[in-house]
């Protein structure tokens, strides 16, 4: 097997794809997806999201400093890829998507009742990268459905939620579980 050399615009795949919400008050409540946010931080928690500066939410997101981060489905693959691709000054996304806004509790910005997690999050810094802002946001609040809370061990049961990811222009359910962290170096019994 050898390597070759590839477009430098290609990127490590896959990544979350996320609705991002925005949003003083319900009024200017705005979905948009995200591909690039990641986790930075554990303690404190921390997070990410990169946001073009010509997308409506930009400019809200400038003013309120704050976001949520929605984990979306298999279910929810049509939804988020619409509010992606749609511009909320041009429509309702709510109304368009049926996607359903829930009032966050540490943050002005909604949560998204159809999603299996949220993570409420405040900007402590915007970095102006090139074609995207960085948003580098600490975690105030996580909301899970508790659907996806496994009763035996208390833990959000990614398998069962349904998770999708983006890669190269495409969604993809996410596949079955490989192993649990340590399993490589694990005694066995």
Known sequence: MSKVSWRPGTMIYPVPAVIVTVGADPAEWNPLTIAWTGTVCSDPAMCYISVREERHSFPILMRTMEFTINLTTAEMARATDWVGVRSGQDYDKWAETGLIPLPGEKVAS?????????????????????????????????RADDRWIDPATGKFDLEAAGLMAYAHGQYHALGELLGTFGFSVRKKK
Do not use: D
Not at 115 to 132: A, N, Q
């Open 110 to 142: 909604p949560t998204i009742e159809q999603s299996p997690l949220s993570i409420e999050c405040r900007v402590k810094s915007v970095t102006k990268l090139g074609s995207h802002h960085l948003f580098l946001a600490e975690v105030l609040n996580v």
